[in-house]
C-alpha cells in the first residue's frame, strides 16, 4: 500500500547509526522488566543542529518538559531514552529523574548537560527506577565511547548496536520500527536514519509516539524544524490505533552535518522527499504493530475542497472504532465510513461521495450500490485494507493510516500497568 515519493535515494541497514557521525546502542538496566533493552543512547560525534515535535496533551511527562527546554536553543549531541516507565505525573520526583538521566549521559560522554535530550516511555505515574537507569545509561555511554576508540567499529557492529537502540524504547511493540536510506548528491552521500517506537495509546495530535531521525546532511536548526513538522503533518500525524494521545509523544531529528554537503535545489527537493517516505514508513509500521491489531487500514480521501478537509476526513474514518471493529469482523459496513467522516468537522458534499472498500465500489453518491457481498468479504479477509472516499468539493487528498479494534486490544490494556 505504500507508495515510494521517489527514486532518488536507496534504502539501508543501520537505522539511526547510518549517518556518518552517529553512533547508537541499547542496553538491559531492568527499568520494568529483565532481559530487556530498556535505556537506548544516540550520540553524535559533533554537536548537532536539533529539532523536535511533542505532544498536545495538556499532561506532559517530565522528560518532555526537559527537552523542550534544552532545545531552545536548536541543538544537541544525544538523545537518551528509556522503556518501562513514562516518568510522567509523578511531581519533583520526575523532574530529577528526567535531569540525572541527562546529567548522566552528559558527564560519561564529555559533552554539556544541555546538549542531551531525554525521553521516556511506559507506564504513567510510578516513580523511575533512577539508580537502575543511571547504571544502564553509564553501560550504554561505555558502549558508544569503545566505538570511538581504535579499531573503529566494523558496519555490522554499528549496526547490530544501532538495532538494539531501537529495542530499547520498544514498550508493548511486537515489532522493531526502524529504516535508513542514502541519496547520493554531487558532493557525495547524504544518510538518514530513523526509529520509533509506538503501538498503543496512538492518536494524531503531534507525533504519536517517540520517533528518533538522524541525518548528516548540513543543515540549520530553523531548517530542520520545518522540515520535521511538514514530515510529521503528513505521516505521524496520520496514524491512529487507538484515539489516546499520549503524555509523552516526541520526535526528535538531529542533523551533525558531517557529510559536508547541504542540499539545494533538486538535492534538497529530493532529500525532503527522503525525509516524508521515511516518516511514513515509520507510521505506518505503528499502525502495522497497534496493539491486538489483526489488519492494518489505509484510508484515502480525494477530490477534498482543502488539504485540511482532506487530513481530517481520513483521520476521523481511520480512527472511527465502528469502522475499526467493522474492518475487524470483515463487515463491509459502509455506513459506518460516511458517518465518520459526516463528524470529522470537515466541508464536504455527502451527496457527491462515492466509497470503495479496495477495488469493490460500496456506496456512489452518499447512497448504497448494489455489491457483492463475496467480493468484499475477500478484500476485509485480507491483512492490508483500503478505503477510499472519493469526492467533488476539489482537488486535495490525504491518507491515513491505523487497524483494526479487537479484543486482544481490550486484553493488554485491562492490565497494562502489571
Not at 576508540?149 to 514498550?171: F, G, R, Y
Request: proline share 2%; aromatic share 6%.
Amino acid at each position: 500500500m505504500c507508495d515510494e515519493l521517489s527514486q532518488s535515494w536507496t534504502w539501508i541497514e543501520g537505522g539511526v547509526g547510518a549517518p556518518q557521525g552517529f553512533q547508537a546502542t541499547g542496553v538491559k538496566a531492568e527499568v520494568k522488566y529483565k532481559d530487556k533493552y530498556d535505556i537506548a543512547l544516540i550520540y553524535s560525534n559533533v554537536p548537532a543542529q536539533a529539532a523536535g515535535v511533542f505532544t498536545r496533551n495538556q499532561v506532559k511527562a517530565h522528560p518532555l518538559v526537559l527537552t523542550q527546554k534544552f532545545l531552545e536553543n536548536g541543538v544537541a549531541q544525544a538523545i537518551v531514552a528509556n522503556s518501562g516507565n513514562a516518568n510522567a505525573c509523578v511531581g519533583e520526583a520526575g523532574d530529577r529523574a528526567a535531569m540525572e538521566m541527562a546529567e548522566t549521559a552528559a558527564s560519561k560522554l564529555g559533552i554539556k548537560v544541555e546538549d542531551v535530550l531525554v525521553a521516556s516511555t511506559g507506564v504513567i505515574g510510578v516513580e523511575m527506577p533512577v539508580e537502575r537507569v543511571k547504571k544502564g545509561i553509564e553501560d550504554a555511554a561505555e558502549v558508544i565511547k569503545d566505538g570511538q576508540a581504535e579499531p573503529v567499529w566494523t558496519s555490522l557492529e554499528k549496526s547490530d548496536n544501532a538495532h538494539q537502540a531501537a529495542l530499547a524504547i520498544m514498550t508493548t511493540d511486537t515489532a522493531v520500527k526502524e529504516f535508513a536510506c542514502e541519496l547520493p548528491c554531487q558532493g557525495g552521500v547524504i544518510r538518514l536514519g530513523g526509529i520509533a517506537k509506538g503501538s498503543g495509546m496512538i492518536h494524531p495530535n503531534m507525533g504519536t509516539m517517540l520517533g528518533f531521525i538522524t541525518t548528516d546532511a548540513k543543515l540549520s536548526a530553523v531548517q530542520l524544524q520545518e522540515l520535521l513538522r511538514q514530515a510529521a503533518d503528513q505521516s505521524f500525524n496520520m496514524v491512529t490505533v487507538d484515539g489516546d494521545t499520549s503524555t509523552n509523544d516526541m520526535v526528535l531529528f538531529l542533523a551533525n552535518g558531517e557529510s559536508g554537503i547541504t542540499p539545494a535545489g533538486k538535492e534538497w527537493v529530493q532529500f525532503k522527499e527522503m525525509v516524508n517516505s521515511l516518516c511514513i514508513r515509520l507510521a505506518q509500521e505503528i499502525a502495522r504493530d497497534g496493539e491486538g491489531a489483526t489488519k492494518f487500514l489505509e484510508v484515502k480521501v480525494t477530490g477534498a475542497k482543502t488539504l485540511g478537509d482532506a487530513r481530517k476526513l481520513a483521520k476521523s474514518i481511520c480512527g472511527s472504532s465502528l469502522v475499526k471493529t467493522a474492518m475487524y469482523g470483515e463487515d463491509a459496513n459502509w455506513g459506518r465510513i460516511l458517518a465518520a467522516a459526516g463528524y470529522a468537522e470537515a466541508q464536504f458534499d455527502p451527496s457527491q461521495a462515492a466509497i470503495y472498500i479496495g477495488d469493490c465500489l460500496v456506496a456512489r453518491n452518499g447512497q448504497g450500490v448494489h455489491f457483492s457481498e463475496e467480493a468484499a468479504k475477500e478484500v476485509l479477509a485480507q491483512k492490508e485494507i483500503g478505503i477510499t472516499l472519493m469526492l467533488k468539493d476539489g482537488e486535495d487528498k490525504a491518507t491515513a493510516w491505523g487497524c483494526d479494534l479487537t479484543h486482544e486490544y481490550v486484553t493488554i490494556n485491562g492490565d497494562y500497568r502489571t
